[in-house]
């Protein structure tokens, strides 16, 4: 799958935009705080690397999903949190400081982890063994051209001229949301035939995955006593995957534009139900705060 000037320039630039609003908000007093409370992060492990790739198989193994299309979807259960996770996080009035915390920990363990996983899904559903290898290099460095470098540079504009960052804060947040409809857009032009020609087949099963992720990764952070704000994060973290990197995985490592298809889907649809539940969560706090 080659990249065109939409996914190639466009998207990472309107995604580097995004997070330097988010950056807006953050200090480094955020991020000292979740050192102190590690159990977040070590809950949001559990779900990311542990229940999402089981919850997926059995999900497969239930449905009947075989070959390509079930590797597919174990690529992308296998692959780090999106980094528009932290986005949808913050229109949830979420956790911003743990969700760029957790995805950038997330993407070191699964420099581990994804080739163990495909690995076995390529062996168990294709009935093929390869030696798979994480593009490191590009992941890491998608990471810190896309999230790590803006948001410093946020934060670096939020130390040093306060007072400009407060003021164009609520600005860059507004910016930040059209910004947010252009990638969604975005995503469906790029993966327009992949979703019209596997919709009716594929796309259920990528909605209720998405759906049982956000219920598993909010109700287990609810059940370890974690914070709504917390929760909320944790939520999201589960469910919203880095599709374009499962898309690469799929047809640049291994060379089958087949198993880059679940990627693509789930790429788009993920942001169905992100966006309901950042709708859901931001409209409960919206009423929480009018009862104080």
Same mark, same amino acid.
């Given at each position: 799958m080659q990249?065109?000037?939409?996914s190639s320039? @466009? %998207?990472?630039?309107?995604?580097?935009?995004?997070?330097?609003s988010?950056?807006l908000?953050?200090?480094?007093?955020?991020? $000292?705080?979740?050192v102190?409370?590690p159990? $977040?992060l %070590?809950?949001g492990?559990l779900?990311h690397?542990?229940?999402l790739?089981l919850?997926?198989?059995?999900?497969? #193994?239930v449905?009947?999903?075989?070959?390509?299309f079930?590797?597919?979807?174990?690529i %992308?259960? !296998?692959?780090p949190?999106?980094?528009?996770?932290?986005?949808?996080?913050y229109?949830?009035?979420?956790?911003v400081?743990?969700?760029?915390?957790f995805?950038?920990v997330?993407?070191?363990l699964t =420099?581990f982890?994804l080739p163990?996983?495909?690995?076995?899904?390529l062996?168990h559903? !294709?009935?093929?063994?390869?030696t798979?290898r994480?593009?490191?290099g590009m992941?890491?460095?998608?990471?810190f051209v896309?999230?790590g470098l803006p948001?410093?540079?946020g934060?670096?504009?939020?130390r040093?001229?306060? !007072?400009?960052?407060?003021?164009?804060?609520p600005?860059a947040t507004?910016?930040?949301?059209?910004?947010?409809?252009v =990638?969604?857009?975005?995503a469906?032009? #790029?993966?327009?035939?992949?979703?019209?020609?596997n919709?009716a087949?594929l796309? &259920?099963?990528?909605?209720?995955?998405?759906l049982l992720?956000?219920?598993?990764?909010?109700g287990?952070?609810?059940?370890?006593r974690?914070?709504?704000?917390?929760?909320?994060?944790?939520?999201?973290e589960?469910?919203?995957?880095?599709?374009t990197?499962?898309?690469?995985?799929?047809?640049?490592?291994?060379?089958?534009?087949?198993?880059a298809? &679940?990627?693509a @889907?789930?790429?788009?649809l993920?942001?169905?139900g992100?966006?309901l539940?950042?709708?859901?969560?931001?409209?409960?706090?919206?009423?929480?705060?009018?009862?104080?």
């Amino acid at each position: 799958m080659q990249g065109d000037l939409l996914s190639s320039v @466009l %998207l990472p630039l309107s995604l580097a935009l995004i997070m330097f609003s988010l950056g807006l908000g953050l200090t480094p007093a955020d991020f $000292a705080r979740i050192v102190r409370q590690p159990r $977040a992060l %070590l809950v949001g492990v559990l779900c990311h690397f542990v229940l999402l790739p089981l919850v997926c198989f059995a999900m497969i #193994k239930v449905s009947g999903m075989a070959g390509v299309f079930a590797v597919g979807f174990m690529i %992308l259960a !296998a692959s780090p949190t999106g980094t528009t996770s932290n986005l949808l996080t913050y229109l949830a009035r979420g956790d911003v400081a743990l969700a760029l915390s957790f995805t950038a920990v997330a993407s070191v363990l699964t =420099i581990f982890t994804l080739p163990l996983i495909v690995s076995f899904a390529l062996d168990h559903f !294709a009935g093929a063994s390869q030696t798979v290898r994480a593009p490191v290099g590009m992941m890491m460095g998608q990471i810190f051209v896309m999230l790590g470098l803006p948001v410093a540079l946020g934060m670096i504009v939020r130390r040093f001229w306060t !007072a400009h960052a407060l003021r164009i804060e609520p600005v860059a947040t507004r910016i930040a949301t059209v910004l947010f409809v252009v =990638i969604v857009l975005g995503a469906v032009l #790029k993966n327009w035939a992949a979703l019209r020609d596997n919709f009716a087949t594929l796309a &259920p099963f990528a909605i209720a995955l998405n759906l049982l992720m956000l219920a598993v990764g909010f109700g287990m952070a609810r059940l370890a006593r974690l914070s709504r704000q917390q929760s909320v994060t944790l939520g999201i973290e589960t469910s919203v995957q880095n599709a374009t990197l499962a898309m690469v995985i799929a047809s640049t490592v291994l060379q089958q534009d087949q198993m880059a298809v &679940p990627g693509a @889907l789930y790429g788009v649809l993920m942001y169905a139900g992100g966006l309901l539940f950042a709708w859901l969560m931001r409209r409960q706090a919206a009423l929480q705060a009018e009862l104080r």
